[in-house]
């Protein structure tokens, strides 16, 4: 992004941080590399937690209207891969009212049913050759690769299962789920009840077994 601002030749910016209501709480204006970096030191010092991985993590988009379709959902699956261990399981929960929210998002998915090869298809594309909603297949097929996830929503089960996803209409449900992929009948679990507005460190810390919540 730094570099496309540079060739656009962005001069100058108005950056803000929002708190939980929607309202203003710190802004940052001028050169677009300093005081960005600016912005993400302030929101660091409130939003980020340190996670030790776990077997399970429950995580949410914030509710609506950030988790108006799937595509938007995927932002906070990217916070779960820092909380999950390899092999093992995401609870999403985003209702997806508008639906997945993008053609060809949708459809790389429907087309290419090996995770592992679309994700070599994807790395081999040219900067120059990108293509609309690349960016967030690449993301989802990453957190994929690396977790089962489960999908509460309203979407139908065919869509969310072309996704690679499992879909699931409640959050009993979708426990039940997680509790039969687990190997054990004991595991650790994160719940993040705002994937959107949280920084999950992939750093260790001691001690923390149980949940992250922010």
């Known amino acids: 992004m ?16 929002l708190d939980e209501q929607k309202k203003i709480i710190h802004a940052v204006a001028g050169d677009v590399q300093k005081a960005h970096a600016n912005g993400v030191a302030f929101v660091r010092k409130y939003n980020q937690v340190y996670a030790q991985p776990t077997d399970l993590v429950i995580v949410t988009n914030g509710g609506y209207p950030l988790d ?36 060809m998002f949708y459809h790389m998915f429907e087309e290419e049913r090996d995770l592992a090869t679309l994700m070599e298809k994807i790395l081999a594309i040219k900067a120059e050759d990108t293509v609309p909603d690349q960016w967030q297949v690449q993301v989802l097929v990453r957190v994929l690769l690396k977790a089962r996830v489960i999908l509460v929503s309203s979407l139908d089960d065919k869509t969310v299962r072309n996704f690679h996803m499992v879909p699931a209409h409640s959050l009993d449900e979708a426990m039940n789920l997680a509790k039969a992929m687990l190997p054990n009948e004991t595991f650790s679990i994160n719940v993040i009840p705002d994937g959107v507005s949280v920084i999950i460190s992939p750093k260790e810390i001691v001690n923390s077994r149980t949940k992250v919540s922010a």
């Open 2 to 17: 730094l570099y496309a601002a540079r060739k656009a030749r962005l001069a100058f910016i108005v950056n803000v941080v």
């Open 68 to 103: 108006q379709n799937l595509y938007q959902a995927v932002k906070g699956l990217s916070a779960a891969e820092r909380a999950v261990k390899e092999g093992g399981v995401i609870l999403l929960l985003a209702e997806a009212i508008d639906g997945h929210g993008g053609e």
